[in-house]
């Protein structure tokens, strides 16, 4: 009996230090994601699985955000002139309401 429940016990260490690594892999060097939409086409298509890593993350100082257009050979933003200081923020676009054929709200974060 107590060899039985060692060898469980031991099975279960195993599977606790398996668990810890693949957690701290996915959560600091890097993890999967699944992509969505258009956005990103030609490059990058919806159902394109990807493999993001965290260790070269951009930091954004705190009171500036990151602003960045889809289009990058047509946007001017901040991958030209870096984060922006909240204080020359003055809005945030929700909804297209021209034409009217195209009325929607604009989503993200």
Request: charged share 15%.
């Amino acid at each position: 009996m107590k060899k039985g429940l060692f060898k469980l016990l031991g099975s279960l260490g195993y599977l606790v230090q398996y668990d810890c690594v693949v957690h701290c892999t996915f959560e600091y060097l890097g993890d999967f994601v699944l992509c969505s939409g258009p956005s990103m086409e030609p490059t990058i298509y919806s159902n394109d699985i990807l493999f993001t890593e965290h260790l070269s993350a951009l930091i954004v100082p705190i009171g500036h955000i990151w602003i960045q257009g889809d289009n990058v050979s047509n946007s001017t933003d901040s991958r030209s002139y870096g984060p922006v200081p909240l204080g020359l923020v003055r809005s945030k676009a929700v909804c297209k309401v021209w034409p009217p054929s195209s009325i929607s709200m604009l989503s993200g974060s």
